[in-house]
């Protein structure tokens, strides 16, 4: 899994369901989770704690223009690109942390990914999990 | 006061081979749950079940079931096992040698209500071994007469003392089926000692912890066990049985406490410190599973 340092900013809740701001660097982050009885204690503004995501949760964009509805778009430069016969694993480097993107093969062919190029790590904040260090 | 609230605030001295102990058992459950006892061996938890069925008297303290009061050491009162309407089922659970699997039921019976026997002996699948003696039994079906019996006095509590314990995981996974049965096939209140975690997340409603003699957590097993510290609300505690590459990741294979096979992707950060046998918590978030209905 992906795990990186956060710090808390905002927390938005209405009816169980919750919206946490979050910065990752100056990188703004969000996750939405469900907490239908009380909020975590250790889920309020100004703490530090990590935001998990799963590989396969992570898409990669080039050269990206427009809207979109994703919360979350980490800048990144590509590392490392481990090519599977149909996944391939996609090392990033953002800010001071690594982390992982597994992607389709045919979309590392067909976007021409290659190391050190700049792209987008994008996850939806519904994809994000809080786990307090 | 609540009419379905059993009350325990009971203290007693024991002294064992380890020293002495000093049991405060104070808490409170409602009726209609299954209670499961956790804690280390030598915390007390079969003294409790003994001092429940009224076969340990406290030093002191109350017990009040509904409106009624079962023991309560300032007014001397102190109900007889027989009238408190229990069935206990010991770890080595005694069947009478000399009768069939139907005379083990029946004796147990106050009405002799012999139609209620068979039901029993139905709900237990042992209708076909009516008339075997216990040598003629293997050990689950052995278990499964003494459950049975156990319910034969159609008991508003259940307290089973590790009753599981001595089986193998298969035998254990069935009968643990079986415990759910009994529980709901009256209603009963249950209190289970059990110190395996698996059984803990299949069978309780609620878990009392105990340690040295005190109830030191109660809650659901979620609350009591799990890492409360991810936000993941979907949690599954497994055994890890198998990790294989493919490709570019890996796929773990987990035996889940309801033995349930699941798999999961996995990525080298990941495996770096998972080995196989390991026991795991498997997490998602509550957006993500799917659901449909198996069965009405």
């Not at chain 2, 079962?70 to 027989?82: E, G, I, K, T, Y």
């Not at chain 2, 216990?134 to 319910?151: E, N």
Request: glycine residues 6%; aromatic residues 6%; contains cysteine.
């Amino acid at each position: 899994m992906n795990r990186i340092n956060v710090e808390i900013t905002k927390v938005y809740s209405s009816d169980g369901i919750v919206l946490v701001d979050m910065e990752a660097g100056n990188c703004p982050m969000s996750a939405m989770l469900i907490e239908a009885s009380e909020i975590p204690r250790w889920i309020m503004p100004g703490n530090i704690i990590s935001a998990v995501f799963k590989e396969t949760e992570v898409s990669l964009a080039k050269e990206f223009s427009g809207k979109i509805s994703l919360r979350n778009k980490l800048p990144c430069i590509i590392e490392f690109i481990e090519r599977g016969q149909i996944m391939s694993v996609i090392t990033l480097r953002f800010g001071e942390e690594i982390i992982h993107s597994a992607i389709t093969t045919r979309s590392v062919d067909s976007m021409e990914l290659k190391q050190n190029d700049n792209v987008l790590a994008l996850i939806k904040a519904n994809e994000i999990t809080l786990m307090q260090q | 006061m609540e009419d379905d609230l059993i009350e325990i605030d009971v203290e007693k001295k024991l002294i064992s081979a380890s020293g002495i102990l000093n049991l405060h058992i104070k808490t409170s459950l409602n009726f209609g749950e299954l209670v499961v006892v956790f804690g280390d061996s030598g915390a007390g938890k079969t003294t409790l079940l003994r001092i429940l069925a009224g076969l340990t008297e406290p030093d002191r303290g109350l017990i009040r079931v509904g409106n009624k009061v079962w023991f309560d050491s300032q007014a001397s009162v102190n109900l007889r096992p027989q009238d408190r309407n229990i069935g206990f089922m010991f770890q080595d659970y005694a069947l009478f040698p000399n009768m069939t699997v139907h005379q083990n039921i029946a004796f147990a019976q106050k009405d002799k209500d012999k139609n209620y026997a068979n039901q029993l002996m139905d709900k237990f699948g042992l209708t076909e071994f009516a008339n075997r003696k216990p040598t003629k039994l293997s050990g689950g079906q052995k278990q499964r007469v003494a459950l049975a019996r156990t319910l034969a006095r159609k008991p508003d509590f259940l307290l089973l003392d590790e009753p599981l314990s001595a089986l193998d995981m298969n035998m254990r996974t069935a009968l643990q089926d079986e415990i759910l049965k009994a529980h709901q096939f009256n209603k009963t209140t249950t209190l289970l000692v059990s110190h395996d975690l698996s059984e803990v997340f299949r069978l309780a409603n609620k878990v009392l912890k105990i340690d040295q003699g005190i109830v030191t957590g109660k809650g659901s097993p979620d609350e009591l066990f799990l890492n409360d510290k991810i936000s993941g609300k979907v949690q599954i505690t497994g055994t890890l049985v198998r990790i294989e590459k493919h490709d570019t990741f890996y796929l773990l294979t987990v035996i889940t406490g309801t033995n349930q096979v699941i798999k999961v992707t996995a990525f080298q950060n990941d495996i770096e410190n998972l080995h196989e046998g390991d026991q795991v918590l498997v997490f998602t978030k509550a957006f993500n599973p799917f659901i449909r209905k198996i069965k009405r």
